[in-house]
């Protein structure tokens, strides 16, 4: 056995000193690969003579590298024999024992000693019952090795058992260059060890709250612990309560804060809470057990400093009821509030869970009665404090009627007012009392006994109608209070002025000449007439003419309080032609309502000059003829447009 490797370096060395490198694989007659081995077709030069290597002959050392490594259990890791030739060499053989309880071999690969080098590797055989493995060797053919480097790569896996094994040599051999072993005195060997600890559980702390704390608020929503692995293991955990408030887990998740989601707790209650940490390296579990405390809640102050004080009399039947209340914790308080008349038990809830620390009763209270009332407060987590039960008597019933209605609006024996007037007036009640009013209105009686509105609370009143024109109403307000108390007023009066008469103007005619010579008068005539209210009285102007002719004058111009029943008034008019021949001029006459611009009414105006005097003259008999004899000539007539 431990002549094998030496058989196989003479075998090799003639090879390649007689035949060369390149037909080593068909002399061996099989694939090299098997023994990782590398053909280089290139020699290597050696070293001049041998005298050489003699002078600089050192110490060989073969080590465990590293010569000492901590690992987990189940952890698989690698070692390295490492040389460092102190001469140059061309082959190694050596056999390693390790303890098999702690570790279990599982490979053995080449190093990068004999990187670049036609090699030959054999990783040997491993034997994990008896902890050896034998037969580990490597040479280099035609070259030597002086550089250090890893030999060999050795995996092991450690056993799930604590404890040191030494990883030790025995049997190594290393070869010179002269395939002769290196003397003992000149190889140094090192052994090495592995030491296998134990996976430490991952660890619980920072609770929150902390264990045993007190006074937590119930408000509370979160528990939190920190959960650590010394190795940095992932880990399951859970969160569980007790009495049950909320629960949390997780699964293969890393070091950090861990929480529980947590609600509804009690006031005044211990709760106990359970961590639990399994580590996935040793599998071992941590259990944290956590105490708190909550809270607790005090109770409401009891209400007090009641207004009405206990046993006041002569209160107000309209007084609100008040009181002092608050709650030691700051909670938000609510208050349920019972009064009752002549029951010193009083159970009528009048209201029910306000924040106020005032109550304003609904309606007014009984006069000359005795009330019993009590106020029981609540916190906003159902405690409650109750108050005394207290009292106090309302006053005499002493009703003032209301006031005596005044400031009449229209004022007592106003004239003049209008048909649709609206009356109003002040009144009022001393207590403050509602008050409701009648309104009597009649004409021509000073005793106006004619109801109008009834129980009206406005103090005013619109009547339904216009009066009527030219009347003395009468009329009365009479208060009454909501106890029954009334108060009447005085009568008053007013007068309605007469009616107004509204004229409306109207005109009616048509001023139409033709073929007047420039400069000759001409007349004519129209008519204005009133057509509006009976007896009413229109003052009338002519307001605006035509701008052309060189005078005009009208018989009258104006005119004033026309009636209706007068009639119409007929205006004359005369006016000048123009000077311009073959001209027509047209226009017109605009007469106004003097009290109401508005009111207006025209009358259309419109003149021709004739062509020359000869036409002037025909058309002057024909004229004459016309206005001689007004029923003959009807062709003739319409022939000139008259």
Request: glycine share 8%; hydrophobic share 30%; proline share 7%.
């Amino acid at each position: 056995m431990r002549y094998k490797l030496w058989k196989k370096v003479i075998v090799f060395t003639i090879i390649i000193s007689f035949i060369g490198a390149s037909v080593v694989p068909i002399i061996i007659g099989e694939n090299l690969s098997n023994y990782n081995l590398e053909i280089v077709n290139e020699k290597r030069s050696l070293t001049n003579d041998f005298s050489y290597f003699d002078i600089f002959r050192g110490i060989t050392y073969v080590n465990i590298t590293p010569a000492s490594k901590t690992v987990e259990k189940g952890e698989t890791f690698t070692i390295g024999v490492y040389i460092s030739p102190g001469e140059p060499m061309i082959g190694i053989e050596l056999d390693i024992s390790f303890n098999a309880t702690l570790l279990q071999a599982n490979s053995v690969s080449e190093g990068d000693l004999f990187d670049g080098y036609t090699s030959l590797f054999d990783g040997g055989d491993i034997d994990n019952e008896n902890g050896e493995i034998t037969g580990v060797y490597g040479l280099v053919v035609g070259d030597n090795v002086s550089d250090p480097g890893y030999f060999c790569n050795i995996s092991f896996t450690a056993q799930d058992i604590a404890g040191i094994s030494n990883i030790e040599f025995y049997g190594v051999i290393v070869t010179d260059q002269n395939a002769d072993p290196i003397p003992s005195e000149d190889l140094e060997v090192n052994d090495g060890s592995v030491t296998i600890e134990e996976n430490s559980p991952s660890s619980i702390s920072n609770p929150n709250p902390e264990n045993g704390e007190t006074d937590v608020s119930v408000d509370l929503t979160q528990l939190s612990v920190t959960i650590n692995d010394p190795e940095g293991d992932t880990f399951d955990w859970s969160i569980e309560t007790s009495p049950d408030i909320g629960t949390s887990s997780g699964s293969d998740e890393n070091n950090g804060t861990k929480t529980c989601g947590v609600d509804d707790l009690e006031f005044n209650t211990t709760y106990t809470w359970y961590v639990n940490a399994t580590d996935s390296g040793s599998g071992d579990t941590t259990t944290k057990v956590y105490e708190f405390t909550t809270e607790i809640n005090n109770p409401p102050y009891e209400p007090s400093d009641p207004d009405p004080y206990n046993g006041e009399t002569d209160v107000s039947i309209d007084t609100d009821l008040s009181w002092t209340g608050g709650d030691p914790d700051g909670d938000t308080v609510y208050y349920n509030v019972y009064l009752e008349a002549g029951d010193p038990t009083p159970d009528i809830l009048v209201s029910e869970n306000q924040t106020e620390t005032t109550y304003t009763p609904e309606e007014s209270l009984e006069y000359e009665t005795q009330y019993f009332w009590q106020i029981i407060a609540w916190d906003e987590y159902g405690a409650s404090t109750p108050g005394d039960v207290w009292d106090f008597t309302t006053s005499q019933f002493n009703n003032t009627p209301p006031c005596e209605p005044s400031d009449p609006d229209p004022y007592n024996g106003e004239t003049d007012v209008s048909i649709d007037t609206d009356l109003s007036w002040t009144g009022g009640d001393p207590d403050g009392d509602t008050v409701y009013y009648n309104v009597y209105l009649e004409a021509g009686d000073p005793t106006p006994d004619i109801l109008v509105s009834e129980n009206q609370t406005e103090t005013a009143y619109t009547p339904e109608e216009s009066l009527k024109y030219e009347t003395q109403y009468f009329w009365q307000i009479i208060a009454w209070d909501e106890y029954g108390a009334s108060t009447p007023g005085d009568v008053w009066d007013f007068a309605t002025k007469s009616p107004i008469l509204e004229p409306d103007l109207s005109c009616s005619g048509n001023l139409q000449w033709v073929d007047v010579p420039p400069g000759d008068d001409r007349t004519g005539s129209f008519t204005i007439k009133n057509i509006g209210d009976p007896e009413s009285l229109l003052d009338w102007e002519i307001v605006d003419y035509p701008d052309w002719g060189s005078s005009w004058n009208f018989t009258p111009k104006s005119g004033l309080d026309l009636t209706p029943e007068d009639g119409q008034v007929t205006v004359e008019v005369k006016v000048t032609a123009p000077n311009d021949k073959n001209t027509q001029f047209t226009g017109s006459i605009k007469i106004q309502n003097l009290e109401i611009p508005s009111d207006s009414c025209t009358i259309h105006v419109s003149l021709t000059t004739p062509k020359n005097k000869s036409s002037y003259y025909f058309r002057s008999i024909i004229y004459y003829l016309i206005e001689r004899f007004p029923s003959a000539f009807p062709i003739l007539k319409l022939m000139i447009k008259l």
